[in-house]
């Protein structure tokens, strides 16, 4: 048995004025994802645990079978791992984005954009080096990622802080979201520091140029400890495959033991290189028993507010991605599963995650149901099985009890 999770991350959402009640998954045209939902097992789930924060780090968690209550340290780990930082039991890791801040003339300061208007990974390379060699020391360290998303490691630092995610904050006034607790006044500083650093910097003002946004200011969040998490071959007995595009669920993909295929041309945007996903993909399944591919682009578009973008996304990783997955998975294996689902809604009209379940579908090449619904959130309404504990729908996939 071959075994393909699909996350097109963020895709559930809220019904809108603009599409009549509906939500993005309801108008957009998925016959793929319905066919999956229409021959399969349909369910409700809830992948962020009551109390915790409903980040992708969680959800994805939750996803791979690893209870959050008992695994979860923080986000910015898992995306130093992945961009090959080895942290000691001491250090503390910080996501560090470079994110656009807007100075009004009453002397406020307001979260543009959380991600500098998507920055490419070489200007933003650039920038980091910058900051790190302005603001790094024995004890501080700035580490470049993928586009606006970076890493701080801090030796003997301090978790215990309050930070605020600033997607969380898109449009609102920073100061009252900037961090609290012990040792904030030295974060605090660090980031009032890098707008002096990077307004005058000539990537900046070509940015600014050229039309696009500034990355004037790092903004650190999502601290924690590595964390130790058992391998999918001492889990389940099967050897996997990760494809992402993002930092944080390429360090859950190491720490499980899956081998991370980096795809040419996927960015984590609206212009990821879907058929690459998903040729990868099949390509990695005569090699491996598993295989997890992550798709950001519906969750970047949730955080832009931009309902016809997120529609987009849906559609493009329907017809490209679960599309040919479903044309050439019945001739290259005998026997195959796909999970898909949204690691957590982030709806249009927030701007940000929520913690509400998600539908999801689980369909075998085997056994098929045979009756028409769309994949929405309306499953989430009137499902086969509701899972309210999200770490145990990955043994449901897998070996078909809960």
């Not at 028409?372 to 899972?387: C, G, H, L, M």
Request: hydrophobic share 35%; with cysteine; proline share 6%.
């Amino acid at each position: 048995m071959k075994y393909i999770v699909i996350i097109p991350d963020g895709a559930a959402d809220y019904p809108l004025e603009e599409l009549n009640g509906k939500t993005p998954l309801q108008i957009a045209h998925t016959p793929n994802m319905d066919f999956l939902a229409s021959n399969g097992i349909a369910g409700s789930v809830r992948n962020i645990p009551h109390g915790f924060p409903p980040g992708s780090d969680v959800a994805n968690l939750s996803i791979l079978g690893y209870d959050p209550r008992a695994y979860y340290t923080g986000r910015a780990p898992l995306e130093a791992i992945s961009i090959g930082l080895t942290l000691s039991k001491n250090d503390i890791a910080y996501r560090c984005n470079l994110v656009t801040l807007k100075f009004s003339d009453k002397n406020q300061i307001f979260m543009e954009d959380y991600s500098a208007g998507h920055i490419t990974s070489g200007e933003a390379k650039t920038l980091i080096e910058e900051i790190d060699k302005k603001l790094g020391n024995e004890t501080l360290r700035f580490y470049s990622g993928v586009s606006y998303r970076h890493i701080m490691v801090w030796k003997d630092g301090t978790e215990d802080v309050e930070c605020t995610p600033p997607h969380d904050i898109t449009g609102k006034e920073i100061m009252r979201y900037l961090p609290i607790g012990k040792n904030a006044n030295f974060l605090k500083e660090l980031i009032f520091k890098s707008i002096e650093i990077l307004k005058e910097h000539p990537v900046n003002k070509k940015r600014v140029s050229e039309g696009k946004k500034p990355a004037n200011s790092i903004w650190l969040w999502g601290q924690g400890r590595t964390p130790s998490l058992p391998t999918y071959q001492e889990k389940y007995k099967l050897n996997g495959a990760l494809i992402s595009a993002v930092d944080l669920t390429k360090g859950l993909g190491i720490l499980a033991g899956f081998h991370i295929i980096n795809v040419p041309g996927a960015t984590g945007w609206i212009d990821t290189n879907y058929e690459g996903k998903a040729e990868y993909a099949l390509n990695a399944l005569e090699r491996v028993d598993f295989v997890y591919i992550h798709i950001e682009a519906p969750d970047e578009a949730g955080h832009q507010g931009d309902y016809k973008l997120k529609i987009k996304a849906l559609e493009d990783i329907d017809k490209i991605v679960v599309g040919k997955i479903l044309a050439e998975a019945p001739k290259r294996f005998r026997d195959f599963k796909i999970l898909l689902l949204p690691d957590h809604p982030t709806p249009i009209k927030v701007k940000t995650h929520t913690t509400d379940p998600v539908p999801f579908v689980i369909y075998d090449s085997q056994k098929t149901e045979k009756r028409y619904r769309k994949f929405s959130e309306e499953i989430i309404q009137y499902p086969d099985i509701k899972i309210e504990n999200g770490f145990k729908l990955m043994d449901f996939f897998i070996t078909g009890h809960v």
